[in-house]
């Protein structure tokens, strides 16, 4: 762990209006983050159900080409809860999420406070974004953004791409990794004239370990030249492993922050998540320098302890500024944090 770290709470499922005065607001976290001139813009994941409970029933949003969020209404008995986000209907195996995602955009000049909203929400808008739109990464490529999100439907869980260059409007260029695969990261820069980008095919999968891999692209759509980076190798991500915030250039190697998750004994209960370290070689990011054997932070305080799913720390954003990394996570899939840790110490525990 760092001895050093400083964590701030920076947003919480309060501090946001819901979209609807049907549903209710439960998470506004999982940033994706990036500098615009001189302020932090985070683009954060806002999660909603439905306001309204129905004794012995459950219900569950989804979008609706045309309608917009609806919400099903399916009776107790016929659905069996995995955990506290997912349902799977008894009758035909579909799996369910309880609320819905979408994103905003906050702005801070301090990149501790938030100081001003967009009013304008990314939505989902198609019909593998049926369940919701989540945990944007953003990296800055030129004078663009580029958003990978998570697009979540009765298909399955895939990672999409959209971009922008003022986060007022963006592009979405549909899905880049098919399910079931989350978690992607874009470097910044192309490496031997390929786009690189880590990602997460789903450690579920009878076969699957809890792997990163990483892949090239000559355009951010096409991807191949996958292989395998690293496995779950310790007990504290033996359950996931994923990228969490985009890589960023530093003196000694491509430095990113990643998640892993531990195995619970307890069905029904999510492991703890915590974050750890990875370096990868300037030139050829498939080789890994180092990477932390433990831990760099997790859930210590009460806001990361306590939540939606308790136990959570999951960076999804990075922003250098005078020396110090400030890490943007979500926090027990509730709020959102910062740490921050000065660029000496981090790169001095890499050695
Ligand atoms: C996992 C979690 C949830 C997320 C679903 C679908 O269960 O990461 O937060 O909503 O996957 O992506």
């Keep these: 762990m760092f001895p050093s770290v400083s964590r701030t709470l920076m947003i919480r499922p309060e501090d946001v209006k819901p979209s609807r005065d049907d549903l209710t607001v439960v998470g506004t976290f999982n940033p994706g983050v990036a500098k615009l001139e001189d302020e932090v ?16 029933y459950c219900g569950l949003p989804r979008w609706k080409p045309e309608h917009g969020i609806v919400i099903d209404w399916i009776p107790e008995n016929e659905i069996e809860r995995i955990d506290p986000r997912i349902i799977r209907k008894k009758q035909d195996g579909l799996m369910r999420l309880t609320f819905t995602s979408h994103l905003r955009v906050a702005l801070s000049k301090d990149g501790r406070t938030v100081d001003q909203w967009h009013d304008q929400r990314f939505l989902p808008g198609s019909e593998w974004e049926e369940y919701g739109v989540e ?43 098919c399910p ?5 990261v874009l470097f910044s820069e192309r490496i031997e004239g390929q786009y690189v980008a880590l990602h997460r ?7 699957s370990a809890p792997e990163m891999w990483i892949a090239r692209s000559p355009d951010l759509i096409h991807w191949g030249s996958h292989s395998p980076l690293v496995g779950g190798a310790a007990a504290w991500e033996g359950d996931r492993v994923g990228a969490g915030t985009p890589p960023i250039r530093t003196e000694r190697g491509w430095l990113a922050f990643y998640h892993g ?7 029904g209960k999510v492991g703890t998540y915590s974050a750890g370290t990875l370096l990868l070689d300037l030139t050829d990011p498939s080789r890994v320098l180092h990477r932390s054997r433990q831990p760099v932070f997790g859930p210590e305080t009460d806001f990361e302890r306590n939540g939606f799913v308790p136990n959570v720390v999951f960076p999804t954003g990075i922003v250098e500024r005078d020396d110090v990394i400030h890490i943007y996570y979500g926090a027990a899939d509730t709020c959102t944090a910062v740490a921050e840790i000065s660029t000496g110490e981090v ?3 890499l050695r």
């Design 41 to 56: 813009v985070l683009l954060v994941r806002i999660a909603e159900r439905p306001r309204e409970q129905r004794d012995g």
């Design 135 to 177: 945990d944007p990464r953003i990296t800055q490529i030129g004078d663009t953004f580029y958003i990978t999100y998570v697009a979540v439907s009765r298909h399955g869980v895939a990672t999409a791409l959209a971009s922008t260059k003022d986060f007022k409007s963006f592009v979405r260029h549909g899905i880049v990794f």
């Design 180 to 184: 079931e695969n989350k978690d992607v």
């Design 201 to 207: 095919p789903n450690a579920a999968a009878p076969f």
């Design 261 to 267: 998750s531990e195995r619970s004994a307890i069905p």
């Design 347 to 349: 790169l001095a525990s």
